[in-house]
């Protein structure tokens, strides 16, 4: 059975605004229950272990989908997810790909973790998928390929958009904007209608627009490991 690790922030804190965030229950459970219900195994890590933040804005009505809905009476899931493992307890070669749920926490802790940064080149470097939705893609800021160039230079990539990050009113807050980022570090940097799913492969690397291009992201990760 193919085990794919999710990495989750282990940040609540938005900044120095008081506000609370966390990681986005949709682009956690889109995926997981994609991957689950077609008999993948997944390993939930944060890097502080334990219970990772929800972003309180992702468990609301509003932002609630059939995952979502399903997530809320998982129990099973919801202990699991209490008990992540720790990000430094992990190597790569458990695992058959990575797969980083967004929301705006890991903006703040992530984005730096040289444990982070470390088992992504790892993963690469070895041949194993690396997939990456809406804010996730901003981990990739200071990872590097073998060339020591940085990894997505060259290469198809996709996240939050610049609109959609204004769409939030969030543009001031966050340290860097992704869709900035990523066309600053060389890749090849495209997007959908804001809102809508849009994902992009480019060999190993899998990238998502926003929390709807969640479970696309999750399929191209599937056919990849088949």
Known sequence: MKNILFVLTSNDKMGDTG????????????????????????????????????????????????????????????????????????????FDA????????????????????????SFYKHEKPIAFVCHAPAVLKHVKNVMGEPLVKGRKVAGFTNEE????????VVPFLVEEMLKENGGKYSKGSDW??????????????????????????MKKLQ
Do not use: C
């Open 19 to 94: 506000k609370k965030t966390g990681f986005w229950v949709e682009e956690f459970a889109a995926p997981y229950y994609k991957l689950i219900d077609a008999g993948y195994e997944v390993t939930l890590a944060s890097p502080e272990g334990g219970q990772p933040p929800i972003d309180p804005m992702s468990d609301s009505e509003d932002a609630a989908t059939e995952a979502t809905k399903r997530f809320d009476k998982d129990e099973k899931t919801k202990e699991k997810l209490a008990h992540t493992l720790k990000l430094n307890t992990i190597d790569q070669k458990g």
């Open 98 to 121: 990575v797969f980083y749920p967004g929301g705006h926490g890991l903006m703040w802790d992530l984005v730096e973790d040289p444990t982070s940064i470390g088992l992504i080149e």
């Open 165 to 172: 990050e204004e769409g939030v009113e969030l543009t001031d």
């Open 196 to 221: 809508e799913p849009y994902a992009v492969e480019d060999g190993l690397l899998i990238t998502g627009q926003n929390p709807a291009s969640s479970e696309k992201v999750a399929e191209i990760l």
